[in-house]
């Protein structure tokens, strides 16, 4: 019994650090350098980037949903907890997804993985302990959209950094338009 209790203990507590890290990721100028608040060997040992989930990509004319934890979006999801707008554009699809390429690699802690003329994904590393989120573009021509999926590698909550990344974008674009 007691070592279900500490089991249970120590989940809420190390998902309440996934979420502070995270938030604090999102929270952060620009401008902030990957080490403003650890030094290189240390952030080493604040490392929790996870594993590359392997249902990632675009199947079916869709990306992947979204787990049963509050830590993702995705905007082919219909619950409500999930679901957030694709990003609309006017231009010409490459235009906005050279707009939207350049818009993501300006971002702190982030690495393009894979790219085509149609699909993007990016891991996004938070600033204090290295928390990887994973997220994927979809751009389809046809509906003069770009559909998105951010979601969390560990950990159950996200205080709702994925929302405001995608949100974020979504405003740079804009100004780019």
Sequence with gaps: ???LLFKRVWASA???MLTIATW???ST???A???TLLHPPLMALFSFSGTRPTNLGVQNGTLAACPDSPNCVNSFSTDAEHKIDPIRFTSSPDKAFADLKQTVQSMPRTKIVTENETYLYA???SNLMGFV???EFYVDKTAAV???RSASRLGESDLGVNRQRIEAIRTALNGVA
Excluded: N
């Design 146 to 148: 770009i559909h998105v």
């Design 1 to 3: 019994m007691r070592h």
């Design 24 to 26: 604090l990721s999102i």
């Design 123 to 125: 891991e996004f590393a």
């Design 29 to 31: 100028p620009a401008a």
């Design 133 to 135: 989120d994973d997220v």
């Design 14 to 16: 190390l998902s309440l």
């Design 33 to 35: 350098s990957p080490t």
